[in-house]
């Protein structure tokens, strides 16, 4: 049975960085697109990375162009959200979310992290 | 402000069919296949409905989806306390060159 761990979330001051990770078990991380959604508690989902399957696609909505990074390592079968310039509205819970093996679509989901941007 | 739109509400006595709605445009909804996923209360989202009508396993069949031109729906039959959730619709946008979601809904079970 796929599972998703997510790793890294805690509290940051505005400006700071922080990494998250992303551990499958079950699969094989380089044969599947990978996303990250948060959600701000008692609000919607937001997709704010995507890596497709060749791991040379990525796409971030204007919200955190230029702030965040998704990459993997292949070799540590792990998913990474590097997240730079934190704000405020970067509070939430960050979700690992594995694509489907067609188009990428989200699949299964982890149990999500929480981040929290605060002085 | 998503550019996918869902009704922020919608509600139901037990046994009744309740359908939420997810209303797009031909950059998205019209071009692009529609997923649903349902978060209960504290938990994760988890796919309800993938290629805008297919049920993965364990989905129940109480739920189903369908796609006409810029719009879907989900439809739920046989209403149950434990369906009382946030629904989420979710597609890619050839405009954004992103996956969107809509904005959500909270189903309520009278």
């Known amino acids: 049975q796929v599972q998703l761990a997510e790793s890294g979330g805690g509290v940051v001051q505005p400006g700071g960085s922080l990494r998250l990770s992303c551990a499958p078990s079950?699969?094989?991380?380089?044969?599947?697109?990978f996303h990250w959604v948060r959600q701000v508690p008692g609000k919607g989902l937001e997709s704010v990375a995507f890596?497709?399957?060749?791991?040379?696609?990525?796409h971030y909505p204007d919200s955190v162009k230029g702030r965040f990074i998704i990459s993997r390592d292949i070799s540590k079968n792990t998913l990474y959200l590097q997240m730079n310039s934190l704000r405020g509205e970067d509070t939430a819970i960050y979700y690992c979310v594995k694509g489907a093996a067609d188009n990428g679509a989200f699949d299964i989901w982890g149990h999500g992290i929480m981040v929290t941007v605060s002085s | 402000q998503s550019v996918v739109t869902q009704p922020p509400s919608a509600s139901g006595t037990p046994g009744q069919r309740v359908t939420i709605s997810c209303s797009g445009s031909s950059s998205n909804i019209g071009s692009n296949f529609v997923y649903w996923y349902q978060q209960l209360p504290g938990t994760a989202p988890k796919l309800l409905v993938y290629?805008?009508?297919q049920r993965p396993s364990g989905a129940p069949d109480r739920f189903s989806g369908s796609k006409s031109g810029t719009s879907a729906s989900l439809a739920i039959r046989g209403l149950r306390s434990e369906d009382e959730a946030d629904y989420y619709c979710?597609?890619?946008?050839?405009?954004?060159?992103?996956?969107?979601f809509g904005g959500g809904t909270k189903l309520t079970v009278l």
């Open positions: 079950g699969l094989i991380l380089s044969n599947y697109g």
């Open positions: 890596i497709r399957r060749d791991g040379n696609s990525k």
């Open positions: 979710a597609t890619w946008d050839d405009s954004l060159s992103n996956w969107v």
């Open positions: 290629r805008d009508n």
